[in-house]
């Protein structure tokens, strides 16, 4: 069965640290990956996705992430986090027929 | 562009009534999904649709109902609220299957007591 987890429920790091967010996936083809950002009370923006291609793929914002195959990984990295990354962040696999299956998500907290 | 447009914003419900989530995406997208996120859920699948007249359930269907008439257009039913569908939705539309990006509008807050 397809699915996502993200094993890190909270992660708390200081402004200027850098950051990584786990998502590890189970699909049974060529995986198309995302990762989103909430905001408080808002709706989901992407942040990047992997299609094929450069295992490393570039977001906005400053954001990246690397595609593991063998490591069934799609880990969200930034280098210097900013006071405004506070956010949850959701990864997700594109499942057939047009849908997407999101990991539970990780609540990012930044002090100052 | 309005992209994906859901409403109302919010919604207070009592016990039992019913009521209409509205979905519309001016993108011509033939893919549309309804998601409810709880806390600590993620994103959970309702519904979706490959196309107008094609409907299918998703992982939480139970007291949802849904239909395409048009390409634009996806509502979400709700025949008889429970306080177990107080949650927020999300309406997403793409342009195919999975080698695209979701494109979300900005969700429908229901409170049902």
């Known amino acids: 069965a397809q699915s996502v987890t993200q094993p890190d429920i909270h992660i708390t790091v200081s402004e200027g640290a850098s950051l990584e967010l786990r998502c590890n996936y189970s699909y049974g083809a060529t995986p198309y990956l995302f990762w989103y950002v909430q905001s408080p009370g808002q709706g989901l923006q992407l942040l990047l996705k992997y299609f094929s291609g450069d295992t490393l793929v570039q977001g906005i914002k400053g954001f990246e992430a690397e595609f593991k195959r063998s490591q069934s990984s799609f880990n969200l990295r930034k280098p210097s986090v900013h006071w405004s990354d506070a956010a949850e962040y959701f990864c997700?696999?594109?499942?057939?027929?047009?849908?997407?299956?999101f990991g539970k998500g990780t609540k990012l907290s930044v002090k100052p | 562009n309005a992209g994906v447009t859901q409403t109302p914003k919010f919604q207070v419900l009592k016990t039992g009534q019913s009521m209409t989530l509205q979905c519309a995406q001016d993108m011509n997208h033939e893919y549309m999904s309804w998601y409810r996120q709880d806390p600590g859920m993620g994103l959970r699948l309702i519904h979706y649709?490959?196309?107008?007249?094609?409907?299918d359930q998703g992982e939480v269907p139970n007291g949802y109902n849904v239909s395409r008439s048009t390409t634009e257009d996806f509502p979400l039913r709700l025949l008889s609220a429970a306080p177990s569908q107080t949650s927020v939705y999300f309406c997403?539309?793409?342009?195919?299957?999975?080698?695209?990006?979701?494109?979300f509008g900005q969700g429908t807050r229901l409170t049902v007591v």
């Open positions: 649709s490959v196309g107008a007249g094609i409907t």
């Open positions: 997403a539309s793409l342009a195919s299957g999975e080698i695209d990006e979701a494109f």
């Open positions: 997700a696999v594109g499942g057939s027929q047009g849908n997407l299956i």
